[in-house]
């Protein structure tokens, strides 16, 4: 079903992207790691998982986010090594994989359930034993980092193991591929650091894609296909909608959703923009608690204050005087959020549904 919450994993239930599926494909046949970035709610996590269910046999996806929340920000091997074993416990149960899961040191099975001693366990063992398996079988090995960029949050060294991990197995395990998502662009290239010479993944080549908001068409017929899975005459203008919520995918299944309980175009809306406001709030909180000139910045942007000049000036009036080069940091780090984009010399929100929620005071 196309208004459905959580993420889509089978090619019946995915809206178009056939082009980005393609591409996947090609990028992971040439390149180890594979970088997928794309605005929030754009559809990133459901295109993966469709890829992955549909043309991989072999493959873990472990969800950074979900680690970064339930270990408290401080990402630890333990936390890591927990969720790697709910996937082996999902893979152990492919027949010819499981004789070279036991071979992974601090692994045992009994029966279909996997048991990991995380004191023996070690990653780039097993990534060792996956190569020997995927080679054996002639197809490769992908883990799926969804949201990479909370992987700066693993260990106390801004997520160092993991990159001298990942350009190991660059090196040396071509069948063990990467794929990354983020919605935080600027955070992501920061965490993989590959245009950094210290850094042990510098100068490894990777492939890019980004996934983009559906055109005005591709929109007004998402929505209508939607509503006509359900079997619901719609009576209104759906490029009313769109006009409002854009190609942003989530938003539009958001708004189905929405409208099938409430059957009304307006109340729908306004619940779009009720609970997407609580949701940006939550994201903002850890800028805002940061310093309260991000959010000022973001809603001077957002009501068109959008130069350097501008938005100092803003500043200055409320008594900050800020420097220049604490403005240029607050700048930067909302572009590394892929909250802010710069223009011509002009900011801009990416987000046009985030734009009206801070137009409006709702964060
Ligand atoms: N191509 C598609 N066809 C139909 N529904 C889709 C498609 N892509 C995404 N969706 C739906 O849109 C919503 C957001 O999708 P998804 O979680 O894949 O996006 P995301 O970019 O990973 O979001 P986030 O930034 O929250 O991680 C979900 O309800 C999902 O089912
Ligand atoms: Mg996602």
Not at 14 to 31: A, G, H, P, Q, T
Request: neutral net charge.
């Amino acid at each position: 079903m196309l208004f459905s919450s959580t993420p889509k994993a089978t090619r019946e239930e995915l809206f178009d992207r056939e082009e980005e599926l393609s591409e996947l494909e090609k990028l992971l046949n040439i390149y180890p790691i594979v970088v997928v970035t794309g605005l929030r709610r754009v559809g990133k996590s459901s295109l993966i998982r469709v890829y992955l269910n549909e043309h991989e046999n072999y493959f873990m996806s472990i969800d950074v986010r979900k680690l970064y929340e339930m270990s408290f920000g401080n990402i630890s091997s333990l936390h890591l090594t927990r969720l790697v074993g709910e996937e082996l416990n999902k893979i152990s149960k492919i027949e010819k994989l499981s004789s070279f899961l036991r071979k992974i040191r601090g692994i045992s099975i009994h029966g279909s359930s996997v048991e990991i001693d995380a004191k023996q366990f070690e990653l780039s063992d097993m990534f060792e034993k996956l190569e020997a398996f995927a080679a054996k079988n002639n197809k490769n090995f992908i883990v799926f980092f969804d949201e990479a960029q909370y992987l700066k949050f693993y260990g106390a060294r801004g997520g160092e193991e993991i990159r001298m991990l990942l350009a190991y197995s660059y090196d040396n395990l071509p069948h063990v591929r990467f794929i990354f998502t983020g919605s935080e662009v600027g955070m992501l290239h920061d965490f993989l650091k590959f245009e950094d010479p210290d850094s042990p993944l510098y100068g490894r080549a990777m492939g890019f894609l980004t996934v983009k908001p559906f055109s005005f068409e591709l929109s007004l017929e998402f929505l209508r296909k939607g509503f006509e899975e359900l079997e619901e005459k719609i009576d209104f203008d759906l490029s009313e909608v769109v006009k409002q919520l854009d190609g942003i995918v989530g938003y539009l299944v958001l708004f189905g959703l929405k409208y099938m309980t409430m059957k009304n175009k307006d109340k729908a809306l306004q619940e779009v923009f009720s609970t997407m406001s609580v949701l940006f709030e939550k994201e903002l909180s850890e800028i805002t608690k940061r310093s309260p000139r991000y959010m000022t910045v973001l809603k001077s942007i957002a009501i068109g204050i959008n130069t350097w000049t501008g938005l100092k000036n803003v500043l200055h009036a409320r008594g900050d005087f800020v420097s220049d080069s604490r403005l240029f940091s607050v700048l930067e780090t909302l572009q590394k959020l892929s909250l802010v984009e710069k223009f011509q010399d002009r900011y801009r929100i990416t987000d046009q549904v985030l734009e009206r929620i801070l137009r409006e005071n709702r964060v």
